[in-house]
């Protein structure tokens, strides 16, 4: 069956704007999670959600980045005002439970780059 | 809190020789330990995890990682590399804790370059 999908794959965007990224995980997943990976460093957990339970934000780096998830499907991040920190590859995860046993799928990744 | 640390950033091995990448962790609660991979120009898969029972775990491709509780570590080897086996490589742990969720914290990454 299809994967994580995520879009767009790539995103130059000048710094001070706005950018959302959006996440199709697996049908049937329940879980999805959020991380980023900055040049030359591991992925960095940012949010995650669990079916209607409130999403656990504690990875997000401040308030210009947020999250939504609409039921058990699509979620969008978005980040305002876009800084030069920000540049980094946004990976999306897919579970089909919040268990840490289950595997996570990743998908490709969206590169955002903040000139 | 966990945190992981890969002790190796780039390990450069010749073809059909052994490899170990190094992983240690630190939490203060129970966890669960996973190897991922990312091959060049694809994204990121889960080559291996320990939940419990054997300490020893095996990948389809030859890889075997071996959880040390003492030592708190989970190195990944393999007897014999090949030049396919050239990629990243990502230790993780996830909390045992149910409400704490499955979110993985990760090491920095190894980059295994494999040479002819």
């Known amino acids: 069956g299809a994967g994580v999908s995520q879009s767009p794959s790539n995103k130059v965007t000048e710094k001070g704007k706005d950018v959302e990224l959006r996440c199709d995980p697996i049908?049937?997943?329940?879980?999805l999670y959020w991380y980023r990976q900055r040049l030359g460093q591991g992925l960095e957990f940012l949010i995650y959600?669990?079916?209607?339970?409130?999403?656990?934000k504690s990875g997000l780096p401040s308030d210009r980045f947020s999250a939504e998830r609409t039921g058990e499907s699509v979620s969008t991040l978005t980040i305002q005002r876009t800084q030069q920190e920000d540049s980094a590859v946004y990976l999306c995860?897919?579970?089909?439970?919040?268990?840490?046993?289950?595997?996570?799928?990743f998908g490709p990744g969206t590169r955002l780059t903040v000139l | 809190a966990q945190s992981v640390t890969q002790l190796d950033s780039q390990v450069p091995v010749f073809e059909e020789a052994p490899v170990e990448l190094r992983c240690n962790y630190s939490s203060s609660v129970s966890v669960y330990l996973f190897w991922y991979v990312q091959y060049p120009n694809q994204g990121l898969q889960l080559l291996l995890k320990?939940?419990?029972?054997?300490?020893l775990v095996e990948s389809i491709n030859g890889f075997e990682a071996e959880f040390n509780k003492s030592q708190t570590s989970f190195h990944l080897r393999k007897p014999s590399v090949h030049i396919s086996d050239t990629a990243e490589y990502f230790c993780a742990v996830s909390s045992m804790i149910y409400n704490q969720g499955g979110k993985l914290i990760f090491g920095q990454g190894t980059e295994l370059s494999v040479k002819p």
């Open positions: 049908s049937g997943h329940t879980a």
């Open positions: 320990y939940l419990s029972g054997s300490t």
């Open positions: 995860a897919s579970s089909l439970g919040q268990v840490g046993t289950d595997t996570q799928y």
């Open positions: 959600f669990q079916g209607n339970s409130a999403p656990d």
